[in-house]
């Protein structure tokens, strides 16, 4: 990327050296000083333009270059996500409120994102429709001038903490169940909304069941055309999927390996240095391929089957690696400097790695995305 790459991630390295304790692992730990450190870091962030970079001047960005913004998404992954939530509010819901809002949802909704003082939660899978999205249940149906929406949807991440709701709820019942679809705008204060904790290996905040009854939203709520959502899902999908650089964070704990075993490292067994070595050639081929899907996203042309090969990429990546990493981790001495800190970073990434074979869309339906996409070109 060149030496002005180099200058950003030197910036943020010393930005989060500064502000970010060594020993953090994220901002949805049972601390609460966790989301504090998430919250602040944000906001410091957003001072130094370095939130939303790439976003227009207008919406509260810097007009940066995409490659600038994917250097801030590598750094902010391999250190355990110190914007928190943000990541969502960056990634994709502002850009899709970009390219969909009217422009008072876009004085709304745009500013408080760029300034780093909101987050949002995704309001999309069901208990009978998850890697099945469109089989969805949670109903809007016509009352006044709006919609009342009643129904239930559960792991959303954040929901506990969150301000905004990106809902989706179907509006009509059509000959195709993806069609009918409308995507909502709701406020989490809304009595209406209620939110209940499902606790995991990955700890609070991650997981969660949340109840609509009767939730009255307006035309004003309704992100464009009603009935007219799933291609909006289509555009978030992309974006969410392509933009969290999972390989960084891999890339980095595997370097760090053979620093923290120290002498060792040398008493490894052949095959499990062979494998290390292999993980991180893996991590080159996913960088690759991020930095090809950014340049596609760029132009507006990254396609489904696009997003569904990293993602099946990047998953394999997180788990093949956690094991590498916890066999590791099992030979690291155990008065080493470093240890505790690797212990817990690498024992972090195994739990995630585990969820991510069905977080944003389940490794199957991404296979299935990724056939149809290579026999539709064929």
Request: some cysteine; glycine content about 8%; hydrophobic content about 40%.
């Amino acid at each position: 990327m060149g030496p002005q790459a180099d200058e950003l991630r030197g910036r943020l390295r010393e930005l989060i050296n500064a502000a970010v304790p060594p020993d953090y692992l994220g901002a949805f730990t049972d601390d609460p000083s966790d989301l504090d450190v998430a919250q602040r870091f944000c906001r410091t962030l957003a001072r130094g333009g370095l939130l939303c970079m790439s976003w227009p001047q207008e919406f509260g960005g810097r007009d940066a270059s995409i490659w600038e913004q994917t250097v801030v998404r590598e750094e902010m992954w391999a250190h355990h996500e110190p914007r928190g939530a943000q990541y969502m509010g960056v990634n994709w819901v502002g850009p899709i409120i970009m390219r969909h809002g009217t422009d008072a949802q876009k004085r709304t909704h745009l500013p408080p994102i760029a300034g780093g003082e909101v987050i949002w939660c995704q309001g999309f899978s069901e208990p009978e429709a998850g890697s099945d999205l469109a089989s969805l249940r949670t109903t809007a149906r016509p009352d006044a001038d709006g919609w009342l929406v009643s129904g239930q949807k559960i792991w959303t991440s954040y929901a506990t903490m969150a301000q905004w709701c990106f809902l989706l709820a179907r509006t009509s019942r059509e000959d195709k169940k993806q069609r009918g679809l409308t995507i909502f705008l709701v406020p989490m204060s809304d009595p209406a909304i209620s939110v209940r904790p499902i606790r995991s290996i990955m700890g609070p905040h991650h997981l969660n069941e949340v109840f609509f009854d009767d939730l009255r939203v307006s035309a004003d709520d309704v992100l464009g055309e009603v009935g007219a959502g799933w291609s909006i899902v289509q555009d978030v999908l992309s974006f969410e999927r392509v933009g969290i650089a999972r390989y960084a964070r891999c890339e980095r704990l595997l370097h760090a390996a053979p620093d923290v075993l120290g002498s060792a490292w040398d008493d490894l067994p052949d095959e499990l240095r062979a494998r290390w070595a292999r993980m991180l050639l893996h991590c080159r081929r996913a960088r690759l391929l991020a930095y090809r899907l950014v340049a596609l996203q760029s132009a507006g042309r990254v396609r489904p089957g696009d997003a569904s090969g990293y993602r099946i990429l990047v998953t394999k990546l997180d788990q093949d690696s956690a094991e590498v990493l916890m066999e590791i981790l099992a030979a690291a001495p155990a008065d080493g400097d470093r240890t505790p800190w690797f212990r817990g970073e690498v024992e972090d990434h195994w739990k995630y790695s585990q969820a991510s074979t069905v977080s944003s869309g389940s490794i199957e339906m991404q296979r299935i995305l990724l056939s149809r996409a290579m026999l539709a070109a064929s």
